[in-house]
């Protein structure tokens, strides 16, 4: 069942999402595409706490973002229209349901919802 219902959840995002969010000021990660080389940018959730950005993937180490990050964890994120530069780090090890309490409480719920694989990521912010 959680195949399915990433597969549907991946094609929402690809579709709807990701084009919606590239042209409104919502949060984005922009990673390198471990294949082509070219930048990729993602709707995502998550906060600024510290100089350090957190979220959740929601298909943990299956999402393609997260994949890229494993190749190249030298990202972007842009927070309220504003691009910061930064290293993204995978914490397997962390409770992603409690670190979900401490993001925003809409696109935390969504995360809930739809993840089959929670993930926390931290970006350290230069």
Same mark, same amino acid.
Request: charged share 20%; net charge positive; proline share 7%.
């Given at each position: 069942m959680s195949n399915v219902k990433q597969r549907l959840v991946r094609g929402a995002q690809r579709l709807v999402v990701n084009p919606v969010g590239r042209k409104m000021p919502v949060t984005m990660l922009e990673t390198i595409g471990r294949k082509s080389g070219q930048p990729r940018r993602?709707? #995502?959730g998550g906060r600024v706490i510290d100089n350090q950005f957190w979220m959740v993937s929601e298909h943990g180490d299956?999402?393609?973002? #997260?994949?890229?990050?494993k190749a190249n964890p030298a990202v972007r994120v842009r927070v309220r229209g504003r691009w910061r530069t930064g290293t993204a780090h995978l914490l397997p090890d962390d409770d992603a349901k409690a670190r979900l309490r401490s993001?925003?409480?809409l696109n935390s719920a969504v995360v809930r919802a739809v993840g089959t694989d929670l993930l926390t990521i931290r970006v350290d912010l230069d």
């Open positions: 993602t709707a #995502v299956r999402s393609d973002y #997260v994949r890229n990050i993001l925003p409480s």
